[in-house]
């Protein structure tokens, strides 16, 4: 069975700086395009940043410069490091990745982690 696992979010103050994690497992012939969402309270979910499997990224405006995304295909891992949060980045993260098994390619997703920043 495939999984998406998210890790890495917390409480931090603005400011500071997290790291997520998704790793996926299971019998994984190839990860493609992976990317984050977050949604936060009583707002729609919304694309944070992607990454291909060649490694090219892109992000939404509002968290260009201040966060990176990257993965190890090796380990079908992506990453967000978050950089100078602010309290509009508040929300639970949620990971999306494109992955090909025995069934094709198809689209996944994690249970998400929270990340809430204090003002």
């Known amino acids: 069975q495939v999984q998406l696992v998210e890790s890495g979010g917390g409480l931090v103050q603005a400011g500071g700086s997290l790291r997520l994690s998704c790793a996926a497992s299971?019998?994984?012939?190839?990860?493609?395009?992976m990317t984050w969402y977050r949604q936060a309270p009583g707002k729609q979910r919304e694309l944070v940043a992607g990454?291909?499997?060649?490694?090219?990224?892109n992000y939404a405006d509002s968290v260009k410069g201040r966060f990176t995304i990257s993965r190890d295909s090796a380990k079908n891992t992506v990453y967000l490091q978050m950089n100078s949060l602010k309290p509009e980045d508040t929300g639970n993260y949620y990971c999306n990745g494109i992955l090909t098994t025995e069934l094709g390619p198809r689209s996944y997703w994690g249970q998400g982690t929270q990340v809430t920043v204090s003002s």
């Open positions: 299971g019998s994984i012939f190839s990860s493609n395009v």
């Open positions: 990454i291909t499997s060649g490694g090219r990224p």
